[in-house]
T-cell receptor, first 113, second 114 residues
Framework: DQQVKQNSPSLSVQEGRISILNCDYT??????FLWYKKYPAEGPTFLIS?????DKNEDGRFTVFLNKSAKHLSLHIVPSQPGDSAVYFC????????????FGSGTKLNVKP | NAGVTQTPKFQVLKTGQSMTLQCAQD?????MSWYRQDPGMGLRLIHY???????DQGEVPNGYNVSRSTTEDFPLRLLSAAPSQTSVYFC?????????????FGPGTRLTVL
């Protein structure tokens, strides 16, 4: 049973608009969350993270929001650019599990010029 | 600085064959791990190591062995390949084993078992 779920396999957005990628988790012990970006034939690369003591973290065009009561996090990309087209994975960890992360199945984002 | 390297990029095996997927990092990272990625599923942790000489099982360890004789290398061995092990395998490393340490992933090995 997957502890981290990304229910949208794909998302298509126009260049310049906002992309919102969603992620849900079931384990209330998770206290650290990350988003990774993956291009074809490459490994995932770290994008942004958030600790459970925060509800928002920003890094340039990327913002991650965490709603602990709903066990939900989202990644907002504003404005979206064609180079953002990739698969995005969310991942979660409980700190006492060291670097054991549970990954969602990914959302493929297509940003149309 | 090559980061995390994996060889081979592609491999086709017959059921029952054995092979070793190689992983190396040149960042002096203590923590290394192996994941597999299957369609419709996220990356799942197979084995991990918090330092040379120390390994432990992840979420899906059955059918795989690992060893960590040096800080740099973390090979993954398939003792008797099965079609269920057809997957894309990623090796990753981070400075330490803390959740907050950024993991760096290799480019992956695409394995097909016939």
């Amino acid at each position: 049973d997957q502890q981290v779920k990304q229910n949208s396999p794909s998302l298509s957005v126009q260049e310049g608009r906002i992309s919102i990628l969603n992620c849900d988790y079931t384990n209330s012990m998770f206290d650290y969350f990350l988003w990774y970006k993956k291009y074809p034939a490459e490994g995932p690369t770290f994008l942004i993270s958030i600790s459970s003591i925060k509800d928002k973290n920003e890094d340039g065009r990327f913002t991650v929001f965490l709603n602990k009561s709903a066990k939900h996090l989202s990644l907002h990309i504003v404005p979206s650019q064609p180079g953002d087209s990739a698969v995005y994975f969310c991942a979660a960890s409980a700190e006492d599990n060291f670097n054991k992360f549970y990954f969602g199945s990914g959302t493929k984002l297509n940003v149309k010029p | 600085n090559a980061g995390v390297t994996q060889t081979p990029k592609f491999q086709v095996l017959k059921t029952g064959q054995s092979m070793t997927l190689q992983c190396a990092q040149d960042m002096n990272h203590e923590y290394m791990s192996w994941y597999r990625q299957d369609p419709g599923m996220g990356l799942r942790l197979i084995h991990y190591s918090v330092g040379a000489g120390i390994t432990d099982q992840g979420e899906v360890p059955n059918g795989y062995n690992v060893s960590r004789s040096t800080t740099e290398d973390f090979p993954l061995r398939l003792l008797s390949a099965a079609p269920s092990q057809t997957s894309v395998y990623f090796c990753a490393s981070s400075y330490l084993a803390r959740s907050t340490d950024t993991q760096y992933f290799g480019p992956g090995t695409r394995l097909t078992v016939l």
